[in-house]
């Protein structure tokens, strides 16, 4: 399938008011990595400015990522959960590393080879092929740059990605993204310096909301753009909310959305309000030191679209 890939935003604005909402717009379910292995990655901390250069308490972000587990089982939401990996250690975030669609595993080509290493798991590909009968598709190669849904904010009910462009992707990695996800039409822009995941910044709910933050789109009009095509339905956060990762959310199902409890401490009532009045429900989780290495909880859940 061949993508459209655009950068005017009023070109953006044209193209996606012709797309379908058709799609189904959560996941059928998704996979965990545990952190057994969990500890400071020091490629990823020359480019992720959100990493805190502390020693990370390994019990702690393991009760986390269980209240997550937990947490999505409650919700109907089935889970599979992987072993953590020692030569892994940025391995409880797998939404960078794999991505679902189309009966398809996509393999990203990830920047730094602590991160390349995720991809290479074979007990990983072999439950997708064996146990999900899916074809896996390898990014990597060609000098290709491409973390997946870290950098691609992918609104599946219109099959609609948003790119924020960083070290973690550049242009060939995005076409090979956006072809292997089934993606109709992706809207391109440049983030902030400093920025290296544009789920920091954004967050498509459940193909009916955005959660955006202006400052760290640098592209003209391009953050207007995203919140004129979602019209009412647009939770502007300021800085310091994105620092507090109150961008790196997700809907797990039609009205439930995951944050961490710093993210959702960092909202006003009357922003929470407004999510509410959406329909939404919001669920915060403990993820204080899951977010010492520079993620939340969004980055913790890999999404399976069967």
Known sequence: MNTNIVTDPDQFLQQAA?????????????FLVAPE?????????RDNRYMQAVAFDQQRALAEHQALAQKLRQLGVPTVMFPGDPACPDGIFPNNAFATANGR???????????????????????????????????????????????????????????????????????????????????RFDLADGEYHTNVVMSVLAGRAVVLQREAITTPGA?????????????????????????????????????????????????IQRLQDWQFVLHPLPATEVEKAGGSVRCMVGELFL
């Not at 074809?135 to 099959?159: F, K, M, N, Q, W």
């Not at 009412?232 to 961490?260: H, Y």
Request: net charge neutral; charged share 25%; glycine share 8%.
């Open 18 to 30: 012709a797309l379908p909402a058709d799609a189904r717009s959560v996941c059928d379910g998704v």
């Open 37 to 45: 292995q969990f500890r400071f990655c020091e490629d990823s901390a």
């Open 105 to 187: 595993l996509v393999l990203g080509a990830m920047k730094h080879p602590a991160r390349q290493r995720e991809t290479y798991r074979r007990d990983i590909r072999f439950w997708f092929q064996q146990a999900m009968g899916m074809e896996v598709v390898a990014l990597e190669g060609e000098g290709r740059v491409a973390e997946l849904t870290g950098v691609l904010i992918i609104d599946r009910s219109r099959r609609l990605g948003f790119c924020g462009m960083s070290e973690r992707v550049n242009e060939a990695g995005l076409a090979a993204m956006a072809r292997a996800l089934g993606l109709a039409l992706v809207f």
């Open 223 to 271: 953050a207007d753009a995203i919140a004129a095509f979602y019209g009412q339905r647009v939770l502007w956060i300021s800085e310091t909310q994105k620092q507090a990762f109150a961008g790196n959310c997700l809907a797990v199902t039609e009205r439930d959305v995951l944050m961490s409890e710093t993210g959702y401490s960092s909202l006003s009532h009357t922003q």
